[in-house]
């Protein structure tokens, strides 16, 4: 007699019970000794109820791994830069799947993939799939800001980080270390898609080429400035947002975490992200005063970023450089007038 159940569960809504209680007892039996019968008590059904839907545990594990790894979606992030989001969004799946690819792991070593008969790879992909492939948005985005031109990479450049990641993880089944995800970002990856210099980019060599509209000549300026700014950054082990942020923390000591949002022009969920891994590292802290989180940089953030000011100057200076006094101050005029028309202009 299958055990009684507090209600009795149709459809999906029971589907996924039976997935879950599967997922739960794989991880703490094991592959081994997970049966059909210790599911369904797990689940509080029968195991009828099982074999309706699969022949066997290794279907049922198989289809179990598979709704885990659907119903646990890794956030894309929107960090305002491309080297941002891909560091953001591969540490953060590396974290995310490295019990998971232990588990299954675990399961064709103990037999999963001979009991399905399937091959190790065929499991792998059965399991994975393209869990490591990113939302377009990333390199969508990244296309829209001038760092890279899509129309001229391939799909097989653009899941190289991805690939890489999923390697090790396959490899080590442990999360990768910090360093080995900037080496794959700034050494391997980033090089083979971003232009090396930004008016190469916009405007091309050959006689040909149409002018340069003046949004490009401004994603140019812009381009080359986060350059400056980033390499300095890397030196401290830093993004740009994060160098970015702990700057405005040291300026504006005790702001409240919508304000960072503002400033970084992104997502407060983003945000809330970006000062986890600060905080990890000690640079920065978030204190409840008046009942409200405020966020400050530690002592050690405020060391880490000391000199920023002046990098932002000379990033200034260097793409300001051919303009004369005069010429400057049209400049500065110009794009002033159009700021004040912007929404949010002053």
């Known amino acids: 007699m299958a055990p009684e159940t507090a209600r009795r569960r149709h459809g999906e809504q029971l589907e996924s019970a039976l997935l879950a209680a599967g997922w739960d007892e794989l991880v703490e039996a094991g592959y081994a000794r997970l049966t059909m019968e210790s599911v369904a008590v797990r689940a509080r059904t029968s195991e009828a109820v099982l074999y309706r839907r699969w022949a066997n545990k290794d279907e049922l594990v198989l289809a179990a791994m598979r709704r885990h790894r659907d119903v646990n979606p890794i956030a894309v992030p929107d960090t305002g830069s491309l080297r941002g989001d891909l560091l953001a969004y591969l540490t953060s799946t590396s974290e995310a799947l490295a019990g998971f690819f232990a588990m299954a792991a675990a399961a064709a070593f103990s037999g999963l993939s001979f009991g399905a008969a399937a091959t190790p790879g065929e499991v792998r992909d059965r399991i994975i799939g393209d869990r490591l492939l990113p939302q377009g948005s990333i390199y969508q985005r990244a296309h829209d800001r001038g760092e890279i031109d ?33 080496s794959i970002v700034d050494e391997l990856f980033l090089p083979l898609v971003q232009p090396q210099g930004p008016v190469k980019y916009l405007t091309g060599c050959g006689k040909n080429q149409p002018r340069p509209t003046s949004g490009d000549l401004f994603r140019s300026i812009r381009w080359a400035q986060h350059k400056r700014i980033e390499e300095w950054s890397r030196t401290r082990e830093l993004t740009f947002e994060q160098a970015t942020v702990l700057g405005y923390l040291e300026r504006r000591p005790g702001v409240i975490q919508r304000d960072v949002a503002e400033m970084s022009h992104t997502t407060p969920a983003n945000v809330s992200l970006l000062l986890k891994g600060l905080e990890r590292r000690g640079l920065v802290e978030r204190r409840t005063e008046g009942g409200r989180k ?16 002046e990098v932002l100057a000379e990033a200034d200076e260097m793409v300001f450089a051919p303009l004369d006094r005069d010429e400057r101050a049209g400049l500065e005029a110009l794009v002033a007038k159009i700021n004040a028309h912007l929404p949010g202009g002053s």
């Open 150 to 182: 899509l129309a001229h990479l391939s799909g097989t450049v653009l899941e190289l980080p991805f690939q890489l990641v999923r390697h090790d993880l396959l490899l080590d089944l442990a999360p990768l270390r910090p360093a080995r995800i900037r």
């Open 294 to 309: 405020r966020v400050y940089a530690t002592p050690a953030g405020s060391n880490l970023v000391a000199g920023l000011d």
